[in-house]
């Protein structure tokens, strides 16, 4: 059961995200390969990780734990494939606090679907679409993969 009303949480990744698309749609950060490919990562890392720190006696300490460790992970993890995109480590820190959050706790790994994967199909979409339109940016993306 996905709760919908505590989508409001997840759009600091996203704005930043956004900022992203559309002011430098050229660059390596702004490719899908680097959106989907960080953000989907983080939500996996995140989710992960608090499941591995629920265990923690203190389970809050537990999951600020998941959560500091995972994006130092998530960090290495996008260095190492060469898919940067800095907004992801705030989806790597969400994913892990959601789970501090009993409405959304139940959602475990749907976290990674929805929101993150359908967050990245619809900023996706709206950046290729502003991009293509406004000729000084076109062509996004310069790269697929």
């Known amino acids: 059961h996905l709760n919908l009303n505590r989508i409001g949480i997840f759009f600091p990744a996203f704005a ?9 749609p050229t660059t390596p950060n702004a490719q899908p390969r680097s959106l989907f490919f960080s953000h989907i990562t983080a ?4 989710v992960s990780l608090a499941h591995v720190f629920q265990f923690v006696p203190n389970k809050n300490f537990g999951y600020k734990c998941a959560a500091s460790v ?4 998530h960090l290495a993890l996008m260095s190492m494939t060469n898919t940067m995109h800095p907004p992801a480590s705030a989806t790597c820190v969400t994913a892990a606090l959601t789970f501090v959050n ?3 706790s139940s ?3 749907l976290f990674v679907l929805y929101p993150i994967l359908t967050c990245c199909i619809f900023l996706f ?21």
Do not use: E
């Not at 930043?16 to 430098?24: E, N």
């Not at 939500?43 to 995140?46: L, R, S, T």
């Not at 995972?70 to 992970?73: D, S, T, Y």
């Open 107 to 109: 959602q475990g790994f």
């Open 102 to 104: 009993k409405d959304s």
């Open 43 to 46: 939500a996996i890392v995140g």
């Open 16 to 24: 930043a995200s956004a900022t992203i698309l559309f002011t430098s």
């Open 125 to 145: 979409l709206c950046s290729w679409l502003m991009n293509n339109l406004v000729a000084a940016h076109s062509p996004y993306p310069r790269y697929w993969w």
């Open 70 to 73: 995972g994006v130092g992970l």
